[in-house]
């Protein structure tokens, strides 16, 4: 009887998240970043956050906005983001690839276009939230060997 019940729950949450990716449904998500869990070669801790809005215009195919906030250590200067990119569900379990670009501006005049990747995976705790984790990088064009950046983002989405 234990396995049986086992089945049919594992069975329902695979039907849940194939659901949510379908064409017309809308996201929207919230990430924190850092937290020590980034790094470049002229920062240290690095905490920031994020706001993310989506539209699936088919199905696993997701286009993204997203805007964020940066605060860095080392008496770095704030940096505030905006950009947009899409993210492709692999399979129905939650699994996705993402790319983007952001405008990124720091206090003192700073601005740069970072292209970036990412590689997540859409953890459904009900019908419609996820808790998402993924590993990031971005690609700075302005300075690549100090504002480049590798990470892990850890975010929570709704998808409605």
Not at 4 to 9: E, G
Not at 63 to 91: C, T, V, W
Request: glycine share 14%; charged share 15%.
């Amino acid at each position: 009887m234990k396995k049986i019940f086992m089945l049919l729950t594992a069975l329902l949450l695979t039907l849940s998240a194939n659901a949510q990716f379908e064409e017309g449904k809308v996201y929207a998500g919230a990430s924190m970043t850092g937290l020590n869990l980034s790094y470049n070669g002229s920062k240290e801790l690095s905490l920031g956050v994020s706001a993310k809005a989506g539209y699936f215009v088919a199905d696993n195919l997701m286009l993204l906005g997203e805007a964020g906030y940066q605060h860095d250590g080392k008496d770095m200067p704030n940096q505030f983001s905006f950009g947009g990119g899409g993210r492709y569900y692999i399979i129905q379990n939650g699994i996705f690839l993402g790319a983007n670009c952001k405008f990124v501006h720091a206090d003192g005049g700073y601005n740069d276009f970072m292209p970036g990747v990412e590689v997540g995976y859409a953890f459904f705790i009900s019908h419609t939230v996820t808790i998402e984790p993924s590993i990031y990088y971005q690609q700075s064009l302005k300075r690549h060997s100090d504002y480049s950046t590798i990470g892990l983002n850890i975010g929570f989405g709704i998808y409605l």
